[in-house]
């Protein structure tokens, strides 16, 4: 492609993520337009594809990937699928945005590793998005200064409103704490060695069979422990926060306080009600990013590596949330191609 | 009095803010007991006096004064009589804690000066009870170090969930407004030369001829401007707020924000609803603190001075109010004795 | 132009503020590029234009204009030079964004104004980059609701850490509060009648010659009392903040707490040190709500007669800074054309 | 004695603690006053007892419990002195205000409450001051409403500037965390029943052999997750705070925001050195609350059944931290007398 030309892109998976992140490029993202729309839901893609120029739908995504004005993927389908689209995009050396998880499981994510490591160059970023969120990264920049000193302990808390009604207590660990896994390696630069989940006696507000909240905890191979309560049905909003605790001083993000009323006997202000309100900002600057690092010929962000380093954590907390006890990590010992 | 037996206390008027100071000098504060209570209401002062030892009940506080067990006097009577009972303190050269007014006017405030510097020693705190409250006096103290170099302005927002039936638009200033007088005179260590006062559309939620909120601004002889907000039917609860803003940074007390809660969509936390919740701690400090300087043998706090001038700052406001224009402030020079 | 091509933008003026709005048009915005730069200085414009595919570098604004890849008109010279800038765009009946002030003046704002109406239809948005702040539309978005009530007072605070070499005492009014008059007018839908300054003793960290602070009241034709305390050598940051006093209820934004550390004995956290690090999102939005409506064929955000309302205030600012008294802010009849 | 003469309390042990209580009751307290001081230093309690009029010094707690004048005792020595004092004062049915820890271990308090039992009435209040925090009891009262439904975690911070020279690791559990396990059992009103201690790498601001922080986890009989982070040499200050996460919603204390100040790029507050300064009203509190409930005849406050309990949970805290395994906690059956 020529550099000045727009990315053209295949969005993989048309579903509410995917159409979202077709709205982004067409409507916020510059540098990039969708060039084609992969969807196994035939009509769902051409009603799409019929509202942007240039677009073309498909059912197969090696069909999108092989076209002529396809220049980079971004794969949002469902998380089994991935492996094979990141192994089809792999095949055309094409840039690939995954939205987490990676695949489902370490095995597979190893596989897509092994993969990736053949083609002989990065090309996969995968969406942690809370890389891009404007806290988190003030959070990470201060750590980087050095100024607190050693970080010690992470604090986390992640809270949703309520969950939705296929949510099982696993998923708890691998759909949403599986953002904190992500967030302790890159905020803290360790690796995630032992996992413990504690469970509180569920709230009523959770549905009957649903473990809600736990209460999960991790131990780092720099030496810190990181707690993660996890509250898919707290009932006032959706609320991420987190508070590193270093040798000389502790920094929190996520107390959202923009606006302060006064008003019927109570100060204070609103909670977002979901990810999309909270994170709106962090998927325009994920996707910006991506699109400025795929035309300059980079890739950055969240590698296969961490996708691989979250699903395996993710699946040792599964194991100690069913057998109530402390869990071992192991990771396969990780290749100088990620270094 | 042997300093080492307890105060002898005679409250002169045994309303709210009279019945609450026994409450306090009898449970709360040490070193210090009721020994007369005075109220024209001789039933009252009777029924109070009954549940003390040692109370004597009168309905002359002359009478009261010459009682050998009343070592001091604390005034809570209506501001009209507030003068004759100073005198006739002065008349037994009793220490006196004198609630807020002084007196109702300047003139009288200034006999009432006259009378102290004749006797030749101060005896009279008045009650501005604020100069007791931790959070004025961190900002006082902050203010002294002159780590943030010279005041220049002065914000204060005085907020009322909702005034009584009797209150009229005078009496924001002359009752309410007066509190800042003396926090302006007291945190800048300047005196009032100037008032205006400007006059919002009145708000729906006040009474129909109240004229709520006003907006007032004062000049200093040490060039600051300081502006109030006042507001007696704002909904929500008592709220008193100040920020300084000086050559090299600002302070700012009063948001109360001691519990934060997360519900139902909110964070935040609750208002106080009176100025007893929100000053309960600064009338126990300020009592504490006149029966500790008594007992020493000395004289602290607000002087008549600061009555005075509060008195003369409220009659300039109220001019201001009724005409519409910049009222200056006349105060008669300051004698020796009071600086 | 096809309504599906990127919008080609001439930007006037590639001073430090033009500069950064092309470089916002090239890599942030969604569907525009610059097709040309227009500077009275020849090289400079060749510069940037040598950086662009496609961009034509002009000294002349009326040549830019009459370019056939030319389909709308930035302004961010000199304000001085909008007039005539605004003029030429008239002509040639192209859509503006035009930076704040609008004109220097309300003599020439009112010209410019009659001038669009003679045109027939809205063609220009006035740069007042805050109502596309996220704080201040949460802030208008919980007015509009009513929720609050009526609004009575605006208080405002504008503080910069120091002042450029240049600035002069009627700039606090007429480059500074100038963001406040429309605030004001915005968030309120009031237009402001009267006008006054107070003058603090000038700060010692202020140049000699600069009256600094100043503290601005508005009266509104909706009975509201606004105040601006501008302060533009505060020595800590670049702050600004609004909270709104309405019959039930206040409402605040500007406190910026994203992230909070402890350490060193303190708890808190940073400042921000200029507005492009406050507004940066802000000037993002404008320009991207701008590309957009005008894409659609639309002209939305400030209007003209906004820009005028805004000179006439500032005049009637900087005479009762310089005089010392109220001023009564006089507009001519709002013409049908803006209702 | 007569209930309105002045309750004579014996203050055993004299040291910073002890010395600081006898000032309490003196200067601040109303309705008691020191009659007796004890400490195995004569010097030191004749120094002390001469300052204070009708006050005598002693060196056996058994003289001075004996003697006319005395009351009531608050015990202030080492904990090792506490079960001997205790019995002595069960012998003379004297009421006892026992600063924390009842006694060292869980052994010794269960002689002292088995003792007590024995006696037949309450007798003793044990200081765990945070009991009587304006801010716990806020949150306690907030619970007690129901608002949020029921309590599912607890997280706690207990952050100390620097630990003093004698500090072993243990002590974090029992000197420091002890406070959180009744803070754990008086919030939620649960019994505590297993304990975990992990350890993060240690702070390099840490004496060499000190095990700092540590992070504790407890569960509870009710269901509940409490974890507490417990770093006694964070370098910024000392800091508790405490967040209650419900079914419906979350309370959170200890920010203690009262002042914010602008200043040299950094907005925020100071934080209180040391549990003086942030409980220093609790203090007051505690000990007026004693006074009032003792001249009532009454024993109110944590009971010898908290102390009890705290010294045993601290006991299986401690083996946690050696052995770095889950602990269960082992109580005796709850008398019914503490009910």
């Known amino acids: 492609m020529n550099p000045r030309d727009p990315l053209g892109v295949a969005v993989v998976g048309t579903g509410k ?11 916020v ?14 009509e769902r893609a051409k ?17 999108a990937m092989a076209a002529a ?6 794969i949002a389908s469902p998380g089994p699928a991935h492996e094979a689209a990141l192994l089809t995009a792999f ?19 190893l596989r897509v ?16 998005m809370r890389r891009y969120d404007a806290e988190y990264m003030k959070l990470k920049s201060l750590l980087g200064t050095g100024q607190l000193g050693r970080p010690l302990m992470l604090h986390n808390r992640h809270r949703n409103a309520a969950s939705p009604p296929f949510f099982t207590s696993s998923m708890l660990i691998s759909d949403s704490v599986a953002h904190e896994t992500d967030v302790t390696r890159w905020l803290l630069g360790h690796e995630i060695t032992a996992v413990q989940v504690l469970r509180p006696r569920p709230s009523a507000s959770a549905p009957d069979d649903l473990q809600d909240p736990q209460f999960v905890v991790f131990e780092t191979d720099g030496g810190a422990i990181v707690d993660v309560e996890m509250f898919v049905n707290c009932g006032f909003g959706y609320q991420v926060q987190a508070e590193v605790v270093c040798e000389r001083g502790t920094a929190r993000i996520g107390d959202g306080h923009a606006m302060v009323t006064n008003m019927a006997g109570r100060w204070g202000g609103t909670i977002a009600q979901d990810f999309v309100e909270r994170f709106a900002d962090a998927y325009d600057r994920e996707l910006q990013t991506w699109v400025d690092a795929t035309r300059r010929g980079e890739v950055t962000g969240p590698s296969v ?21 402390r869990v071992e990590v192991e990771l396969v010992e990780r290749p100088e191609f990620y270094l």
Chains 1, 2, 3, 4 share one sequence.
């Open 17 to 27: 993520m995917g159409a979202d992140h077709v709205r982004r490029i067409q409507d």
């Open 29 to 42: 993202v510059n540098g990039a337009r969708v060039s084609a729309v992969v969807d196994v839901d035939a």
């Open 47 to 63: 009603r799409i594809a019929s509202g942007i120029e240039g677009c073309t739908a498909y059912t197969d995504p090696a069909a």
């Open 69 to 74: 004005d396809v220049d980079a993927v971004l």
């Open 91 to 109: 095949e055309h050396d094409l840039p690939v945005l995954c939205e987490k998880p990676l695949t489902p499981d370490a095995a597979s994510a």
């Open 113 to 128: 590793m092994e993969a990736e490591v053949r083609l002989g160059h990065r090309r996969v970023q995968v969406g942690f």
């Open 305 to 325: 590596w961490d996708g691989y380093a979250a699903a395996a954590v993710c699946e040792a907390g599964v194991r100690a949330l069913e057998d109530g006890v």
